[in-house]
């Protein structure tokens, strides 16, 4: 059995891999207030959907912000002793890139956001997929993003006190590996 306390917690796995279910149901059994932060926007009818459905999902006594640009300074701004559900990266990432944020602007903008969930006292959960084991994109866009988005996964996973893969709803622990030669 994994053990999830305290500071920030990366839920990292594949597009429905339980992801965010996970994130939910660790949320869940924290004994006070909870925030969910939504960085999807809706963009076409698929998305709205997906939106209305995470909506109706989520506990009504939760907190809720939807932050399609989330930064450090507004989870800085969420009461220390609140439990974060930051779902996802995955959209933040695309948010600002289609915004022309330069690729080391949203390495930046991610790193300072998992800095600051990390010194939280109440658990940070960070949500975000791992595209790099999926279909070689097609476009050059879809690898450019799919690259960028590797390396913010490893900025997050660096500052995240645990990093968790999640396939079929179980979580394997990702361990940080040292040579001890």
């Known amino acids: ?17 339980g ?4 994130a939910q149901r660790l949320a869940e059994s924290w004994p006070g207030a909870i925030v969910f932060v939504a960085t ?8 709205a959907d997906r939106i209305a459905r995470h909506r109706a999902e989520r506990p009504a006594g939760w907190g809720l912000v939807e932050a399609p640009r989330f930064d450090a ?3 800085a701004s969420i ?25 080391q602007q949203i390495v930046d903008h991610a790193g300072e956001l998992a800095m600051v969930a990390s010194t939280r006292s109440a658990p940070t959960l960070i949500v975000s997929n791992e595209v790099g084991m999926g279909i070689h994109p097609e476009t050059a866009l879809g690898r450019r993003y799919r690259d960028l ?3 913010v996964n490893r900025v ?13 709803g179980r979580a ?5 590996v040292q040579a001890t030669w």
């Open 1 to 17: 059995m994994i053990r999830v306390d305290g500071g920030s917690t990366l839920l990292l796995g594949g597009a429905r891999s």
């Open 40 to 47: 999807a926007a809706p963009g076409d009818v698929d998305m």
């Open 79 to 103: 009461d220390d002793e609140t439990l974060v559900v930051l779902d996802c990266i995955t959209m933040l990432v695309a948010n600002l890139f289609f915004d022309e944020a330069s690729p």
């Open 172 to 176: 394997l622990p990702l361990e940080e």
């Open 156 to 168: 997050v996973a660096d500052h995240a006190d645990r990093s968790l893969f999640v396939a079929a």
């Open 19 to 22: 992801k965010s279910a996970l």
């Open 149 to 151: 988005l590797g390396r």
């Open 73 to 75: 300074q507004a989870l």
